[in-house]
């Protein structure tokens, strides 16, 4: 009897069969977002306004408050789902695979374990394979992406800055990072892939697979301090299939729609200038409260 209440109690919870939530059917869902602007909101007035200015899909956080940062109210991703049309994306912590299960009892379309907020499990991040809902995870080189890959992971993003402030350089670093291992890696010779896979802590056939397709395995985005559209379009020029905007573009600003609409069409078309100039133009005062402080320029010897 006892044996039997065991089984019944692992029945219960999150874990099912991988089979019946294959990774190929998530990193599908996620392709649908390449070449696309992933926009911020903790509201449902800079819900609508990111669908009108041709969001692909849309982050939902809390406003900014004091004390751990956790998953959004459900009740908050309900009113935002019921005012848009376009897919629903929403954080939990790392390694709270409850937070997680909740979010997609909710209805979200995508789930991003995110570092961003409080860290739930040190050690542990989720194991994404129990969940029928894609997840986004974040990474700062190959080794790390790939890692969360064979968790489960259906889309990479490669994070920057996290303190909101339009500081891109963290994020232009972590992308060439990324891009740089994976050049190194297409240029090696088989027998080396092993020593490789070992030295940045990868599985090998993941490895392997990334060497074979000249790139990740999955869609790789990039996040943190991309406020404007040269900001988004550096981005995919350096070889990144779209990237998450932080709703500091909705701060301080008398025309959000028009600095979102800019991004997402740099995003477009990230290699014509004449694009780029046309949505770059008229923004200088729209970018005035982002600047990085003080403090953080001190870091810099500036």
Known sequence: MAEDGIVTLYNNTAITDPKKNPVSIKVGLTQMLRGGA???????????????????????????????????????????KR?????????S????????QILERVGVDYIDENEVLAIADEDNFINKHNFRCPFV???????????????????????????????????VKNVRSVMGEIRVLNNMDEDEVFAFSKKIAAPYDLVAQTK???????????????????????????????????????????????????????VRHYNDPHVLVENSCGLEGEMAGLNVTGERMEQFGE
Do not use: W
């Open 83 to 91: 005012a848009v049309s376009i897919p629903i994306m929403s954080r």
């Open 212 to 266: 074979q397709m000249g790139r990740l395995p999955v869609v790789h985005f990039a996040a943190g301090g991309i406020v404007t559209p040269a900001d988004a379009a550096l981005m995919m020029q350096l070889g990144c299939d779209g990237v998450f905007v932080g709703s500091e573009v909705f701060d301080n600003c008398s025309d959000p729609y028009k600095r979102v609409r800019g991004i997402v069409e740099a």
């Open 93 to 100: 912590r790392v390694g709270h695979f409850v937070e997680a």
């Open 38 to 80: 992933i926009l911020e909101v903790s509201n449902t007035n800079q819900a609508k306004i990111a669908e009108e200015a041709g969001a692909c899909c849309l982050v939902i956080t809390e406003p900014n408050g004091h004390g751990i940062s956790r998953m959004p109210d459900p009740a908050l991703i309900k009113q935002i």
């Open 137 to 171: 995870c974040g990474c700062r080189n190959l080794g790390e992406a790939l890692r969360r890959v064979r968790e489960g992971a259906a889309m990479i993003r490669t994070q920057g800055d996290l303190s909101g402030t339009g500081n891109i350089v963290e994020t």
